[in-house]
């Protein structure tokens, strides 16, 4: 008899819902509308992601940079000291730098390069800011970080290049921009590398190094020539990559192949009068002292430029830091997917910026994934509102073959999205059990 009572009361109980009800998910009419269940497979994928949806993009100031300008240029290396003072020799000594062989020339920042196009056809139309540049003779000069802009063009880099080489770069950024490529480039102004001459010379000056390569009797001539009286201990001076290099005058004139001996980009050619190294070391602590200046200049423009950098980077990371506050205090407008159902945790899954996430992002990342025990990995859905308003799409996805798993990296999620995941069967027996339990232990 008391058995009969209690199958009465169970099936009452249930019956009438009064201790446990099951969520699930079915097809038909519904408070929201019809109810529409389609299974996720490989085709039905691509007709969930066809809606339309653009993830929201992050504030402008996450794209800029605080901006670091171009390198640096330094001075070179500290040269030698300088000879120290010896007695009176009975003759100089010659002291010369090991061979020079100068290649083709390379050109440097500085450097003011033309280019030239013809005065007729296409190209003349294609290329005007070019034959502007040719007919006011206006070049192009070459910047610290190694390139030049070229109008219509942009930036083309030609430092450390040929003229060769130079117009093989133009060449291939016009042919790039569909311009016509016929044109001719030439060096108008040479200012990369310098040789300087100083001393018992008519004209000191600082000359040019240009395509022909320079030899130290073009210098000297290009200086007006020396202009000392006595021979016996006049003596030429070259200074180079740190090292101090003699060669007496009388040496010089005799030997045709001293006075082609090639310069080199940084050279200081001294003529001395007195043996000893008095007037030469004078004039090299000058260049090292200009060289010195130069280098601290740059330094101050540098820090200069370092501290706008700081106040910039600073002022970016206040934005982005305040712009995270506001994220956290949740005032940014955000979309959202919701998670429901038997998974690690249920919460509201936050879509990303500026990429669209899948259902398997959801499942894995802040729901801590399905549980084995209690999750119907069978019984997966992904509730989403039909574009009218008058139902709901019940995507299902039946997982239990895992290899449809992979189905899920590929379903895109939308704003709004409910993720459902349905209970064991053995977990809903075991609940309603455990409801009831106190109950039937009562009777």
């Known amino acids: 008899m008391r058995n ?14 009064a201790f446990y009800a099951s969520p699930n998910i079915e097809a038909g009419e519904t408070a929201v509308g019809e109810v529409q269940i389609v299974e996720i497979d490989a085709n039905t994928v691509k007709v969930a992601n066809q809606s339309d949806y653009r993830p929201r993009t992050l504030p402008a100031i996450f794209a800029r940079s605080a901006g670091l300008g171009s390198g640096a240029r330094g001075a070179g ?9 010896e007695d009176r020799p009975a003759t100089l000594a010659t002291r010369l730098p090991a061979p020079y062989q100068p290649g083709s020339y390379q050109i440097g ?6 280019l030239s196009t013809p005065t007729t056809g296409s190209t003349v139309e294609a290329l005007t800011g070019l034959l502007q540049a040719q007919s006011r003779r206006q070049g192009y000069t070459v910047q ?36 016509d490529p016929t044109f001719s480039i030439e060096i108008a102004e040479f200012n990369s590398q310098r040789v300087s001459l100083g001393g018992a010379v008519r004209n000191p000056k600082t000359l040019p190094i240009t395509l022909k390569p320079m030899n130290l009797s073009e210098a000297i001539t290009a200086a007006g020539g ?5 021979q016996d201990y006049a003596s030429i001076r070259l200074y180079r990559d740190g090292s101090l290099y003699q060669i ?5 004139l005799a030997d045709p192949g001293i006075q082609k001996l090639a310069l080199k980009d940084g050279d200081s050619v001294f003529v001395d009068t007195e043996f000893d190294l008095d007037k030469a070391q004078g004039y090299f602590a000058q260049q090292i002292q200009l060289a010195n200046f130069r280098q601290t200049a740059r330094a101050n423009a540098l820090n200069q430029l370092q501290s706008e950098v700081n106040l910039r980077r600073g002022e970016l990371n206040e934005q982005r830091a305040n712009y995270q506050t506001r994220i956290d205090l949740d005032a940014v407008e955000r979309d959202y997917v919701y998670i429901a159902g038997e998974v690690g945790v249920q919460n509201r899954f936050v879509l990303p910026f500026e990429r669209k996430a899948s259902l398997a992002d959801a499942l894995f990342d802040e729901t801590e994934g399905i549980p084995n025990r209690t999750g119907n990995i069978s019984e997966v859905y992904v509730l989403r509102a039909t574009a009218d308003g008058t139902g709901v799409q019940a995507w299902h996805l039946n997982a239990v073959n ?14 709004n999205d409910v993720v459902f995941v349905a209970e064991q069967p053995v977990t809903a027996l075991d609940r309603f059990i455990s409801q009831i339990a106190p109950t039937l232990a009562l009777l």
Not at 4 to 14: C, T
Not at 77 to 85: R, W
Not at 145 to 167: M, S, Y
Not at 402 to 415: C, G, I, Q, S, Y
């Open 4 to 17: 009969s009572i209690l199958v009465a009361a169970f099936v009452a109980l249930s019956g009438c819902g």
């Open 77 to 85: 290396a500290v040269p030698a000291p300088a000879f120290s003072p």
């Open 109 to 114: 920042v500085g450097d003011v390069i033309l």
């Open 144 to 179: 610290d970080d190694g390139a030049i802009t070229i109008p219509e063009i942009g930036r083309v880099r030609v430092v450390g290049l040929t003229l060769e080489e130079a117009e093989a770069e133009v060449f291939e950024a016009l042919v790039a921009n569909q311009i």
């Open 226 to 230: 020396i202009t000392v009286k006595d």
């Open 248 to 252: 007496p005058l009388k040496s010089y």
């Open 402 to 415: 895992a290899a449809n798993l992979v189905l899920a990296t590929r379903f895109e999620l939308r704003p």
